[in-house]
T-cell receptor
């Protein structure tokens, strides 16, 4: 079945620095890649997604890039703030959605 | 607008007792429905998903079962809970289009189960 690898599992950055989380997938037919943010004790919520017909998508301080040839996609957070601290999950919209194991991001003020 | 309700929010159950978690979706029809489990500090493990009434797919062998008695109702059950069943259970839905999976996944607020 489909497999999604996510790295790193934990990430600490200083406030104002950038954070990058990377995911790889195995099924070349995959065409939709969402990213979810889960704050402590809460439900995951979609923060950004990308479809396979584009290479990059931005939403303010958050961006996602996709490399279909290499079968990987990345989440970029610039000018990190303490409220960015959370667990981030990448996913591959296979059937059904397959999640990476998550990255715990800590932004240190 | 669409909403998803999941209950109870928290429960503490003894080993060997039964379990029933319920999830309902409002404002949409024929959704795809999912049950995920999240152990403490871990990722999202898909337990069951359903593309229609009475249609349940199980992703992992386990002590749990799921049912979909109505289009927008999804129930997670167990006859006898194990210690390893403790975790954070999340119901979710996505738009269903002729049984295919498209679009965003919307999660319920979760049910935290502690088995003692």
């Amino acid at each position: 079945g489909e497999n999604v690898e996510q790295h790193p599992s934990t990430l600490s950055v200083q406030e104002g620095d950038s954070a990058v989380i990377k995911c790889t997938y195995s099924d070349s037919a995959s065409n939709y890649f969402p990213w979810y943010k889960q704050e402590l004790g809460k439900r995951p919520q979609l923060i950004i997604d990308i479809r396979s017909n584009v290479g990059e998508k931005k939403d303010q301080r958050i961006a996602v890039t996709l490399n279909k040839t290499a079968k990987h996609f990345s989440l970029h957070i610039t000018e990190t703030q303490p409220e960015d601290s959370a667990v981030y999950f990448c996913a591959d919209w296979y059937t059904p959605l397959v999640f990476g194991k998550g990255t715990r991001l800590s932004v240190i003020a | 607008s669409q909403t998803i309700h999941q209950w109870p929010a928290t429960l503490v159950q003894p080993v060997g007792s039964p379990l029933s978690l319920e999830c309902t979706v409002e404002g949409t029809s024929n959704p795809n429905l999912y049950w995920y489990r999240q152990a403490a500090g871990r990722g999202l493990q898909l337990l069951f998903y359903s593309v229609g009434i009475g249609q349940i797919s199980s992703e992992v062998p386990q002590n749990l079962s799921a049912s979909r008695p109505q289009d927008r109702q999804f129930i997670l059950s167990s006859k006898k809970l194990l210690l390893s069943d403790s975790g954070f259970y999340l119901c979710a839905w996505s738009p269903g289009t002729s049984g295919s999976n498209t679009g965003e996944l919307f999660f319920g607020e979760g049910s935290r189960l502690t088995v003692l």
